[in-house]
Structures are given as structure tokens and as C-alpha cells.
């Protein structure tokens, strides 16, 4: 079946994660993807741990589907062939240090005077003008700058997410913005500049709490792993120490969960919790009511009962189960693919669609198609053998 993307070149001057992450859902519909490392030692997140079978997570995670092109860009002989291939191309991407891109000639301005259709997407963590723009922006950094420490956690302690949110983020934005950006090109016949901002990307998911603070009002407080507006929302213990999430959203659902959960109905007209303002601000003495019935429940029948009373509830997976979970097997949701260690298992993206399957090719070696590519450019056996003899390719 033909692929949204199929024949669409994607080139990316990229490592860590987003501008990966980006590319990789791009070679998800179909495009073909070249991404351009160091020779030897590639993207440096191939060195970040070795827990995928010898190779790492990270990469594992966001590499799928690529080719690998070996080129060392302080050699100009090395340059020259990266212009030749994003001369012919339909997107870059990059996530260099600002300005090093432009520094090397591939900035958009230079590069649409010679491929006038090309897209260009720069990834970066503050975006490409302000006082900002040259500081360093690790993933951690924009959670912090971005506020999101400020809502996460314990009221005494904040805490990081326990993924990369913020490369996420601006991964999904540059996705997004090339999709559109393909689409604009098709009704204009040119290319455009994307710029994707790491704190913009956090920045827009960080919203709800933005407007809940509005004009100095009291921000969200930070609550752990409950709710921090709405009660109960949140873990609570059943009597076999496992943990149970719950979660209501309005007055009909309390009152469903003290008939048919705490099976305490008179609780739902309780002047200290017959509204959710209410049962927030007493949410110390409801946790208490709340836990005294769980704990002669195990955790399986703490969800019978919630079941029962339609209320949202779910287990609390570590990310193991996730590999084995029941509704991820049933759906067929993971594929295997291959890499330079073997073949792994990998979680098809989200979003079936009855028109095409997505590609789930291997995870590339470093500069596994240098050759292949090189050859496609034109270089003969004799200007490829000069480029590895120079440590170029």
C-alpha cells in the first residue's frame, strides 16, 4: 500500500532526541530518511547506556527506519556531498548548536536558492532570535524554564518527568510543522523556514496551568501523583499493598462511588464533600474514609467495584508491564524490527489507519549506507575510497 510519505527525502543533521524523534515518525509514513552522523562514533545518544541488546534505548527508540550517511562536515569534500544530497531532497532537518548550521551554508536562505521547494526545519532549544538563543538547553533545563518542575512532584519536592517531555514536545511540533509545511508546499510550489522552539513546545503544553495561574492568581500545587484540582483523583492502597488510580469528574460520579465503592452513601450529601471545592479542601479526612474501606479490599476488587460504579480507574504499571500489556497484545500492537545487534521488538505508532501500514524497517549501523548514498550523488569508487582514506566518510 503507498505511504502518505513515500517519495519524500528527509536529510537530518540531528542527535539526543527531538529532531530523532521528529524524523523517525516521518519514516513512520513512509519518507526515507538519511541521517547524517559523525564517522565512528555517530549520534552521540548511541553511547547514552547499552540496555536494548548492546545498543541504546534512546536510539533504539528514535532511529527506526533510517539510513545512516557517515560524513565528517569539517571536511569540505565531506560538505560538498551533504549540499549535492539536500539539493535533491524535500526536507532538512537539524538540531545543531544555534547558528552552526548557517555557519556551514545550510541555512535556509542559502540552500532555497538552489533547491527553491526545500523545507527547512530547525530544532532548537530557545529558538533562533532572543536573549536566549545561544544558551544551552538540555531536556531537563526547559522543564525548569518551562515550569513544568514547578506543577510536578510533592508539595516538598518538584520533580523532572521520567521521559525526555521536552524533546518530546518540540519532536512532535517539528513533525507537525513538516506535515504542514508539506502540505503549504504542495499548494505553493515553494519551501519554507520552520523554526521549533523547545520551551515554545513545553510552553503550549504547559497551558491548563498557564491559565489556571491567570493574572497572578495562586498556581496549581504540586501533588504528587493524585490530582492537583480535582479529589479523589489519584493512588490510593488496597489491603494487598497494591495501588489503585481512580478518578472522578463530576457529582454524579461521587455519588455512584460512595454507594457502590465505599458503599457509605450518605457521604455524598456530607456538607465537607458534596462538591469537588469541598472535598478538595478536606481531601486529608475523605483520603481517610476512602483508604479505611480499601484496606479490607485487594486491589482487583477495589476496580470490581469501581467498574461496577463506572468510575475511571487503572492499574499502576511499571514500564514492564507495558511490554506485556493486555490491550497493546490484543490490538497487535508491537512489531519487530532489525538492528545492528539483531532484531528487537518495537511498538507500532499510534493511529491505525485502514489505508496503509506503517514502515517498521531496522535501526541503522553508523554510516551502514555511506557507500549507497555517496554512489547516488555521483562520487566513483575512487572519490569514496579519498573520502575514507581522509576520515571524512
Excluded at 533504539?60 to 565528517?72: C, F, P, Q
Amino acid at each position: 500500500m503507498v505511504r502518505p510519505l513515500d517519495g519524500i527525502t528527509v536529510v537530518s543533521l540531528e542527535h539526543a532526541i527531538a529532531a530523532p524523534f521528529c524524523t523517525r515518525q516521518l519514516a513512520d509514513l513512509g519518507a526515507r530518511v538519511i541521517k547524517v552522523e559523525r564517522p565512528g562514533s555517530g549520534d552521540f545518544a548511541r553511547g547514552y547506556d547499552t540496555r536494548t541488546q548492546g545498543l541504546a534505548s534512546h536510539f533504539v527508540w528514535t532511529n527506526r527506519s533510517k539510513e545512516s550517511l557517515a560524513l565528517d562536515l569539517k571536511q569540505p569534500q565531506a560538505l560538498a556531498a551533504l549540499k549535492d544530497l539536500v539539493a535533491k531532497a524535500d526536507v532538512l532537518v537539524q538540531n545543531l548548536a544555534p547558528g552552526a548550521a548557517a555557519r556551514m551554508g545550510l541555512g535556509f536562505e542559502a540552500l532555497s536558492e538552489r533547491n527553491p521547494r526545500l523545507i527547512v526545519c530547525d530544532i532548537s532549544g530557545y529558538g533562533d532570535d532572543g536573549p536566549y538563543r545561544d544558551k544551552k538547553a538540555y531536556d531537563l533545563l526547559i522543564q525548569s524554564e518551562a515550569g513544568f518542575l514547578s506543577v510536578t512532584g510533592t508539595p516538598e519536592q518538584p520533580c523532572k518527568a521520567g521521559n525526555s517531555i521536552a524533546d518530546i514536545a518540540a519532536g512532535m511540533y517539528a513533525y507537525s510543522s513538516v506535515l504542514a509545511a508539506l502540505l503549504q508546499r504542495d499548494r505553493t510550489g515553494k519551501g519554507s523556514r520552520i523554526d521549533v522552539s523547545m520551551l515554545e513546545a513545553l510552553g503550549e503544553w504547559m497551558g491548563f496551568p498557564m491559565y489556571y495561574a491567570y493574572e497572578g492568581q495562586t498556581p496549581p500545587r504540586r501533588n504528587g501523583a493524585s490530582h492537583a484540582t480535582i479529589y479523589p483523583y489519584g493512588p490510593f492502597q488496597a489491603g494487598d499493598g497494591k495501588t489503585v488510580m481512580l478518578g472522578l469528574q463530576n457529582e454524579r460520579e461521587w455519588k455512584a462511588f460512595c454507594d457502590k465503592v465505599l458503599r457509605q452513601p450518605e457521604l455524598a450529601t456530607d456538607p465537607r464533600f458534596d462538591a469537588n471545592p469541598r472535598r478538595s479542601e478536606n481531601s486529608a479526612v475523605l483520603e481517610a474514609i476512602i483508604l479505611a474501606t480499601f484496606r479490607s479490599l485487594t486491589a482487583e476488587q477495589v476496580i470490581e467495584r469501581l467498574e461496577d460504579a463506572q468510575i475511571a480507574n487503572a492499574h499502576v504499571n511499571d514500564v514492564g508491564d507495558l511490554w506485556n500489556h493486555p490491550q497493546l497484545k490484543a490490538r497487535e500492537r508491537f512489531r519487530t524490527v532489525g538492528s545492528p545487534t539483531g532484531p528487537v521488538e518495537a511498538l507500532l505508532p499510534p493511529g491505525a489507519n485502514s489505508s496503509f501500514d506503517y514502515r517498521m524497517d531496522p535501526v541503522p549501523a553508523v554510516g551502514e549506507h555511506s557507500e549507497a548514498i555517496l554512489r547516488e550523488l555521483g562520487r566513483n569508487s575512487e572519490e569514496i575510497a579519498a573520502l575514507r582514506d581522509a576520515g571524512a566518510t
